[in-house]
């Protein structure tokens, strides 16, 4: 809070020193509730690149999305669509890697309830055996390669909220009294 106080007078005193009235000083500061509203979300997203948790993480993009989203709500449109063809393909490889790991575990039960409880153990049924653990580890190596990449594009997507969280802000060089 006192460096967001220090800031605002060091801004005042700046604009003071070029000669401009304290109401026209806080005529260009903008709304105070916007104001609020863009700290609210800086503190969003510098907490967010602090967080380790997945669970905090996504708590803090929500909150961030919101955010950025009420200071501009044009990035709706700019963002949104984007936004669901990534979400969406992060999905589907997610869901895929599940369907992977649960079919070679299904794989290797059946596997085993029939061949190795009977003791039908025969050249086959290793051949079997092998591309079922075959499956079973390129499940785990896409769910590794997905995990991988959902790591990338959240650390893109908190790279961007931060470039437009400036942008929206007019943050694009001395941040002191134009």
Not at 48 to 70: C, E, H, N, Q, Y
Request: hydrophobic letters at 50%.
């Amino acid at each position: 809070m006192e460096v967001i106080l220090a800031d605002y007078r060091e801004h005042c005193d700046a604009g003071r020193s070029r000669g401009h009235a304290d109401a026209e000083i806080c005529k260009r500061l903008g709304n105070p509730k916007v104001l609020a509203q863009s700290h609210v979300a800086q503190e969003q997203l510098e907490s967010l690149s602090g967080s380790s948790s997945t669970k905090d993480r996504s708590k803090v993009l929500v909150g961030s999305l919101k955010a950025v989203f009420i200071l501009a709500p044009l990035n709706i449109l700019l963002f949104f669509g984007p936004f669901l063809i990534v979400a969406s393909c992060l999905f589907v490889g997610w869901l895929l890697g599940a369907v992977f790991l649960g079919t070679s575990v299904y794989g290797f039960v059946v596997w085993f309830w029939t061949q190795a409880l009977a003791l039908n153990l025969g050249v086959g049924s290793f051949s079997t055996l092998f591309l079922i653990l075959s499956a079973f580890f390129f499940s785990l190596l896409w769910a590794y390669a997905t995990w991988l990449i959902t790591e990338v594009l959240v650390n893109l997507l908190v790279r961007y909220f931060r470039w437009n969280f400036n942008f929206v802000l007019n943050k694009k060089g001395d941040p002191h009294y134009e």
